[in-house]
């Protein structure tokens, strides 16, 4: 099974080093305030981060009052970064790619993974692990490329009008699963595409009750403030789900 | 809140009729096949089946060995014609919008709902009373248009390529939820779009476990066969459900 690390070529870190930088992005806007809703009350728990990049969510988890955070990447640039710049008494950084989650102990109360499952091939393997890793009642919450996005595989993602203005996202191949390739600062990044269906079943399969999912669109109030933001209204960028271990 | 009656209207019945009369169609190759895969074994259970249109399905619930068959619907064109060709001692067909099953009493083991569920406005308040309706650990199955497919409010359905071959479905709106007017043998037929995380959110609030989802697309088998199935690897019609009351 390919583990893949993009994060470690220069010119991805570079580019995705200024991506993260700027203040107003999808992430910033969509992925973060929703992903931290869904998280429960941190206080006192053990928290694990499935590709944790430069640690600042660790760092904030910690600020909110987790015991410990135990924060995995496979990416030796992303984890020398997280150490320089959100280094904890509190927080655990280790390179290991999700697919070897098997390494480490369980006893976690909740397990968080921002934007980093849908590179992973293996999904039933690793959320069979992340439900091990868990304590009883424990919550897994994830976020992942929306899978109305993640099958785009070629072609023009958008019709847009005699204006630019985008009018369709273009919606292809969504029942077939898979790897794609894309090209996000380098070419042949990687990804994999899994159904809806397939994202839930697989979960439900692992042993986890679906408790709530997100798909974040924004407010009339930001997209009048970010018009570019309207195409979220067409085509969602990001999927959310907490589901808790039975 | 509206409760919307096309099926009484003369020409959508008649085009309803013959679209259901003929062999190979959407429903009969994928809905009805994945709403029988999710059905548990109905011998000896009561069964409510909501939209029971013609009471095709009502009869081979009995005849799957279900005691006792409740099929409601809106349309009195419709029960007369379940009652003409789908009579059974055991089915009881009732004239009722879904919006009225607080006259009903309980004590269901499964209720079933065949594509009649995207009509309904008051989601949450239809499922609250299924969850009513349904004994403790009792299912309910159902299936509704895709929500990459509910979405649709007008424009082209899909992009062709130069020898008119579907390339891209043309989702738009997707992130905007309420009434949707189309044209379905009559105009104006209305349904409501939910994104995917708001049918399965509300399912949970209202006192389910999300047992299985399904979206079904086709073999290479049934596409080799009928061509023009290949489009549902675009887009999915359907949308099919399995939850548990809790």
């Not at 053990?46 to 410990?68: F, N, P, Q, T, W």
């Not at 109360?109 to 992973?120: E, F, G, R």
Request: aromatic share 12%; with cysteine; net charge negative.
């Amino acid at each position: 099974m390919a583990k893949q690390n993009i994060y470690d070529n220069e010119i991805f870190f570079e580019g995705y080093q200024k991506l993260r930088e700027r203040g107003v992005n999808a992430n910033n806007l969509f992925e973060i305030p929703a992903r931290y809703a869904l998280l429960p009350d941190l206080k006192g728990l053990r928290v694990l981060d499935l590709g944790c990049g430069m640690g600042d969510d660790c760092r904030e988890y910690i600020r909110r009052g987790a015991k410990e955070v135990v924060g995995i990447d496979i990416s030796e640039k992303m984890l020398e970064a997280a150490k320089a710049k959100n280094a904890d008494p509190g927080i655990t950084y280790i390179r290991m790619p999700m697919e070897d989650l098997y390494k480490l102990e369980g006893g976690f109360d909740v397990v968080v993974s921002s934007l980093a499952i849908h590179y992973v091939e293996d999904y039933k393997g690793v959320i069979r692990e992340v439900n091990r890793l868990l304590k009883k009642g424990g919550e897994f919450i994830f976020s992942q490329e929306h899978p109305v996005n993640s099958c785009y595989g070629g072609g023009e993602r958008w019709t847009k009008d005699e204006n630019g203005i985008k009018i369709y996202s273009n919606l292809a191949n969504y029942g077939i699963e898979g790897e794609r390739e894309s090209t996000w600062f380098v070419d042949n990044v990687k990804k994999y595409h899994r159904m809806f269906s397939t994202v839930i079943n697989d979960l439900i399969d692992a042993g986890f009750a679906i408790e709530r999912l997100t798909e974040p669109v924004p407010t009339k109030e930001l997209v009048a403030k970010y018009p570019d933001y309207y195409d979220l209204y067409h085509r969602p960028d990001f999927l959310l789900v907490k589901a808790r271990k039975i």
